[in-house]
């Protein structure tokens, strides 16, 4: 379930001052901005029929992270990832 970005739910977010100030900039402009229409959100009717899926495959294990990258992640919880 999603719920709105509003400055409250944005105030709310964890993060440094500067993420909170690009956050406020970010919901401050939302309100002069339509919402996107079909044409702008063409990324939705990909053909993903096309896909060879046996090129791709699951990752397995745990990759391998420096310490500093690992305390900057968990500040993230399960949303973040990184791909090499």
Not at 12 to 38: E, F, K, M, N, Y
Request: glycine share 8%; charged share 25%.
């Amino acid at each position: 379930m999603l719920n709105a970005f509003t400055p409250d739910v944005s105030a709310t977010l964890p993060g440094p001052a500067w993420l909170a100030d690009l956050r406020r900039s970010a919901v401050d402009g939302l309100g002069s901005v339509p919402p996107p229409s079909a044409d702008e959100e063409v990324w939705r009717y990909s053909r993903i029929g096309d896909l060879h899926m046996d090129r791709y495959r699951p990752l397995s294990g745990q990759p391998a992270v420096e310490p500093g990258v690992a305390v900057d992640l968990a500040s993230f919880g399960e949303r973040a990832a990184t791909i090499e």
